[in-house]
């Protein structure tokens, strides 16, 4: 989806913005020599962002308008070295709270419901960003925080919430503590909001049957305001985002360049209106792709898919980009096989291969099993690996993080 004329007048206020603050974004506008762009040409020729910008920018270099305008810092947690702050301004948190209202709108919930609200508050964006659009909305807010699963269960229970709103982790123990203690007809949830770290069909499934709740995924990053910029409806075909306030385009995370609309390829996000820290072209390394045609229920709101991991795990076979959690997904359709697999590329004779690796009892026929999924693989990725089916247990176990894509062209 390339980028419309009113959201390039957008970005060249962004640029000016840019430009007078003097940011690290604003010295590479003007090394390049750049004061507005015309074209989505001129757009797509604009330099990235990276998280490490941000992080050098610490701690308050992101700010582009006078201090006094802003009115409070997020900041995202750092895995290694500084974090990034990320300031607002009154309109920027405003803004939030607007497209975080329209993601419960979209999810069917009114100022009639009851939010649960689970994610923490503080210096990170999820709580505080659920409670912004639950009250925009006019819907009324438990604020519970995490964790303290007994007040959880006893609030959920007594303030009759209608929605939960958590990571799918969090939902998971929900779902399983309010079954053990036979509590499913004592409450009242209906719908469940879950932040959009990744999570298998399997799980989804498993958790909107035993808490009987419809889910939806919702779409968000500290940099870009926070969770609420974008919500699947209840087609769930995708998650509607909202395109008044950002631009995203998908890239080859190797060339760079962006790909046609369908294919897979790396979120980058354009803000179009943030005050406090714009960004352009801001690379947040989630994998998705933007999903073509209209949506049944009519919006006019463009979809991206669920993210389906990060670019450090896509893998080039064969000039196609194929990521890990496409096969595992493929996986999860197959009953008879473990949650065990391994996956291996090869050079062999000037051609790319792949093997997976499968484990299964020894009750089902090795070798159609393998063909079933060698077709279904080559239906999704477009082209058949080499399967191999083992006997349960034979594939290698790890204590920690399992190691499941070994590429031997590298080696
Ligand atoms: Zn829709």
Redesign the pocket.
């Known amino acids: 989806m390339r980028i419309s004329d009113s959201q390039i007048r957008l970005v060249n206020s962004r640029i000016e913005a840019l430009l007078k603050a003097g940011n690290f974004y604003g010295k590479k506008l003007k090394e390049a020599g750049v004061t507005s762009v015309s074209t989505p040409e001129e757009f797509e020729a604009l330099p990235f962002s990276e998280k490490s910008d941000l992080r050098d920018a610490y701690p308050l270099g992101l700010m582009t308008v006078p201090e006094d305008q802003i009115v409070r810092i997020h900041s995202s947690s750092g895995t290694t070295g500084l974090p990034v702050i990320i300031p607002y301004t009154a309109k920027d948190v405003e803004d939030w709270g607007i497209m975080f209202a329209r993601c419960y709108e979209y999810a069917g919930i009114t100022k009639k419901d009851r939010i649960q609200i689970t994610p923490g508050y503080g210096l990170w964006t999820a709580g505080i960003g659920f409670q912004a659009g639950c009250e925009r909305l006019g819907a009324m807010a438990i604020p519970m925080g995490p964790g303290n699963t007994e007040k959880q269960l006893q609030m959920m229970q007594d303030m009759e919430s209608t929605v939960l709103c958590s990571t799918s982790s969090y939902a998971l123990l929900l779902s399983e503590e309010i079954e053990k203690r036979g509590l499913k007809n004592k409450i009242k949830l209906k719908k469940g909001i879950i932040g959009s770290e990744r999570w298998s069909a399997k799980m989804r499934a498993r958790i909107a049957e035993s808490l009987g709740i419809e889910l939806y995924d919702i779409y968000g990053l500290t940099e870009i305001y926070g969770p609420g910029i974008g919500i699947n409806?209840k087609?769930n075909?995708g998650m509607?985002y909202w395109d008044d306030y950002l631009y995203i385009e998908i890239i080859d995370p190797k060339t760079l360049k962006p790909v046609p609309d369908g294919e897979m390829g790396e979120i980058v996000i354009t803000t179009l209106v943030k005050e406090g820290a714009p960004l352009i072209r801001y690379r947040t390394h989630d994998l998705s792709r933007i999903i073509p045609g209209k949506?049944?229920?009519g919006?006019r709101y463009p979809r991206l898919d669920t993210i389906m991991g990060r670019t450090d795990d896509m893998m080039k076979i064969k000039g196609v980009n194929v990521f890990p959690s496409q096969i595992e997904e493929i996986l999860q359709a197959f009953p008879e096989v473990s949650s065990e697999y391994q996956i291996r590329i090869s050079h062999l004779d000037g051609k790319d291969t792949m093997r997976i690796y499968v484990e299964t009892n020894g009750s089902v026929n090795f070798a159609e099993l393998a063909d079933r999924i060698a077709a279904k693989v080559k239906s999704v990725i477009g082209f058949t690996p080499l399967v191999k089916v083992v006997e349960n247990g034979l594939l290698p176990r790890s204590e920690k993080k399992t190691k499941r894509v070994i590429d031997e062209r590298y080696d």
Do not use: A, D, I, K
């Open positions: 409806c087609y075909t509607h949506c049944p229920c919006s």
